[in-house]
C-alpha cells in the first residue's frame, strides 16, 4: 500500500498466521490472557504494547485465535479503554512536538509542512472514530487544549 504523503511505495511487513484458532502449544487460557490484559491496562500499558509482551513474553501468537476478540475489545468489554484511541494520541503527541520545535525554529518550513500533514491525518482519523461511535459527536480538535493533555 503506498504512503500517504509521499510517492513512496510500503515496505513489507510480516503477515499474520493463516489459522484463526488457538495454537495447542498455548498454555494460556483465555480468562487468564483477559486478566493480564487488564493488569497491564492498570499499570498504564497502551493496547499496543500489551499485544507486543503477550507475544514476547508470554507466548501468545495472537490474542484473537484465544480469546476470540481483539485487545481492545476485551479492555472495552472490561470498560478499561481510555477515551482517545492511541493512534490518536499519538499523532497529538507528534503534533505538539512539531509544534514546540517550530517555535523555537521559526524559518524551518520542512517542519511547518510537517505540521500541516500532521494536522490533516488528526482530522481525518478522528472523523473515522467519531462516524465510528468512538468518539463524541462534538469533539473538535483544538490544538491548545492537547497540549495539555499529551504533556
Known amino acids: ?28 487460557k483465555p480468562a487468564e490472557i483477559e486478566m493480564l490484559i487488564s ?17 514476547d513474553v508470554y507466548g501468545v501468537p495472537s ?13 472495552k468489554d472490561k470498560k478499561l479503554l481510555h477515551d482517545i484511541p492511541e493512534d490518536l494520541t499519538a499523532l497529538m503527541r507528534k503534533y505538539v512536538l512539531i509544534k514546540k520545535h517550530l517555535d523555537e525554529n521559526k524559518k524551518d ?15 481525518r482519523l478522528s472523523d473515522y472514530y467519531i462516524d465510528n461511535e ?10 491548545a487544549k492537547i497540549r495539555f493533555l499529551i504533556e
Open 1 to 28: 500500500m503506498a504512503r500517504m504523503h509521499s510517492r513512496k511505495k510500503g515496505k513489507s511487513g510480516s503477515k499474520k498466521p493463516l489459522r484463526k484458532t488457538a495454537p495447542t502449544w498455548s498454555r494460556y
Open 134 to 143: 468512538r468518539l463524541p459527536d462534538n469533539w473538535k480538535f483544538d490544538p
Open 109 to 123: 518550513q520542512t517542519a511547518r509542512r510537517g505540521l500541516l500533514l500532521t494536522s490533516s491525518k488528526i482530522k
Open 63 to 75: 490474542t484473537r485465535a484465544v480469546v476470540g476478540k481483539k485487545i481492545t475489545h476485551v479492555l
Open 39 to 55: 493488569k497491564m491496562t492498570k499499570e498504564g500499558k497502551a493496547p499496543s504494547q500489551i499485544g507486543m509482551i503477550l507475544r
